[in-house]
């Protein structure tokens, strides 16, 4: 996992119960610096993440990616490459964001935050990193 101070913070309190002893998990949230995480990114099997900065990253450096969309902008800011894939979250608030109309502030104080997110289940995602590890292949 990668991310600033913060998604550590985030990431600690969310997966102590779950995944504490998980030898394959790996949080690097806030320990690694610029070069390093291009470093762990450009050498991934797949990554998985929403609307950012390292998925624009992954995508730059071709690594098999799944972004995840909600609120954000689908149209202006989806990945390009042709190992990249999406799920996009068939929710009210698909694409809330769209032409700026709002920002994620303003969403979280409005109570919607994570329900943007609500229309992609596990299981999508799981079957999605099946097809994307399968074409890795």
């Not at 913070?9 to 002893?21: E, I, K």
């Not at 690694?32 to 624009?56: I, K, Y």
């Amino acid at each position: 996992m990668v991310g600033d101070a913060g998604d550590n913070r985030v990431f600690a309190q969310a997966l102590a119960d779950s995944y504490a002893q998980e030898p394959l998990l790996i949080n690097t949230a806030g320990q690694t610096s610029f070069d390093e995480l291009v470093a762990l990114l450009a050498n991934a099997r797949a990554v998985l993440c929403h609307d950012s900065g390292v998925m624009h990253l992954s995508d730059a450096l071709e690594t098999p990616l799944i972004a995840l969309y909600g609120p954000t902008d689908y149209s202006r800011t989806h990945p390009r490459g042709s190992h990249s894939h999406t799920l996009l979250s068939e929710t009210p608030y698909q694409g809330i964001m769209r032409h700026f109309a709002t920002d994620e502030i303003a969403l979280s104080q409005k109570g919607i935050g994570h329900a943007a997110m609500d229309g992609i289940s596990v299981t999508m995602v799981l079957d999605k990193l099946a097809v994307v590890m399968q074409e890795a292949n």
